[in-house]
């Protein structure tokens, strides 16, 4: 049984930082493309990275317009974690943030919520002005 477990969010100011982790259980972690969307009140759930493993210490990494420069995604295979640092945090962040994940093989869309298979229980993030 897959199962993701998110953690990290909270509440910060404009311009904090804060990192979220997602932990996953029951799939090669090396195997997958993880990602992390996000959705706000009223909105629909949106693309803000993904990351992929190429073999050994190779990776790749994707992100949405309005986090670039700002959010790093990263991993570790060990821990089959993978995290996001958020960094010049807005308050057109706040949202809840889920991870999600699904086998990197057939997967044509890194952006699309339909891709992913697996999805964490979400976590709150609040950026205050």
């Known amino acids: 049984q897959v199962q993701l477990v998110e953690s990290g969010g909270g509440l910060v100011q404009a311009g904090g930082s804060l990192r979220l982790s997602c932990t996953a259980s029951?799939?090669?972690?090396?195997?997958?493309?993880m990602g992390w969307f996000r959705q706000a009140p009223g909105m629909e759930r949106e693309f803000v990275a993904a990351?992929?493993?190429?073999?050994?210490?190779?990776?790749?990494?994707y992100y949405a317009d309005p986090v670039k420069g700002r959010f790093t995604i990263s991993g570790d295979n060990a821990k089959n974690t993978v995290y996001l640092q958020m960094n010049s945090l807005k308050p057109e962040d706040t949202a809840v943030y889920y991870c999600?994940?699904?086998?990197?093989?057939?997967?044509?869309?890194?952006?699309?919520?339909?891709?992913?298979?697996?999805w964490g229980q979400g976590t709150q993030v609040t950026v205050s002005s």
């Open positions: 990351i992929r493993w190429g073999g050994g210490s190779v990776y790749y990494a």
């Open positions: 999600a994940e699904r086998p990197t093989e057939g997967l044509r869309n890194y952006y699309s919520v339909y891709e992913y298979y697996y």
């Open positions: 029951g799939r090669t972690f090396s195997r997958d493309t």
